[in-house]
T-cell receptor, first 114, second 111 residues
Framework: DSGVTQTPKHLITATGQRVTLRCSPR?????VYWYQQSLDQGLQFLIQ???????AKGNILERFSAQQFPDLHSELNLSSLELGDSALYFC?????????????FGSGTRLTVV | DQQVKQNSPSLSVQEGRISILNCDYT??????FLWYKKYPAEGPTFLIS?????DKNEDGRFTVFLNKSAKHLSLHIVPSQPGDSAVYFC??????????FGTGTSLTVIP
């Protein structure tokens, strides 16, 4: 157990639907990052939150949004789902600014859009 | 635009030999580099890191080399063991802790 908890582990949904992925960071970590891993690409950075505020945005589609709550857990909302959104979605956390050890990753949510 | 590239999708090595995984990057502002290891159905786990002020960092069987002029990073595993079989991602960080990952290299260590 890495200390980063992601739920659900698996999700199957239909095109056009909306889903919410949840992440609880490791205790003490203020930063949460979301990554998408698809078959032919590496880990693509989506978005970062630090202590409740958006810190950085990567290749995140407009159909996707995220937030970080006061208890520091984060949710990634994916709407108007398309087949191409099927991927592994990872959440990672870090204590911003340390650099050492990089991120701690959760075990991911596998999203299948049918 | 892929700022961190791993051009070898896969690598096979005999047990006991050296595994060399390579990574290239394009952004000279990257100041911190890491390698992650990933087993199927698990999240990536941190393996080893190196700061841009160094050119080598060693941790047991794992050594990371950084060639800043060539914008090249490599991970050496000596000796390779079957349990090292996994996907290895290199990552580079800009100041502020935002990381960019390569596409991964799948290492198979043959017993």
């Amino acid at each position: 157990d890495s200390g980063v908890t992601q739920t659900p582990k698996h999700l199957i949904t239909a095109t056009g639907q909306r889903v919410t992925l949840r992440c609880s960071p490791r205790s003490g970590d203020l930063s949460v990052y979301w990554y998408q891993q698809s078959l032919d690409q590496g880990l693509q950075f989506l978005i970062q939150y630090y202590n409740g505020e958006e810190r950085a945005k990567g290749n995140i589609l407009e159909r996707f949004s995220a937030q970080q709550f006061p208890d520091l857990h984060s949710e990634l909302n994916l709407s108007s789902l398309e087949l191409g959104d099927s991927a592994l979605y990872f959440c990672a956390s870090s204590a911003l600014g340390t650099g050492d050890g990089g991120y701690t990753f959760g075990s991911g949510t596998r999203l299948t859009v049918v | 635009d892929q700022q961190v590239k791993q051009n070898s999708p896969s690598l096979s090595v005999q047990e006991g030999r050296i595994s060399i995984l390579n990574c290239d990057y394009t952004n000279s502002m990257f100041d911190y580099f890491l390698w992650y290891k990933k087993y199927p159905a698990e999240g990536p786990t941190f393996l080893i890191s190196i700061s841009s002020i160094k050119d080598k960092n060693e941790d047991g069987r794992f050594t990371v080399f950084l060639n800043k002029s060539a914008k090249h990073l490599s991970l050496h595993i000596v000796p390779s063991q079957p349990g090292d079989s996994a996907v290895y991602f290199c990552a580079a960080s800009l100041p502020g802790n935002q990381f960019y990952f390569g596409t991964g290299t799948s290492l198979t260590v043959i017993p």
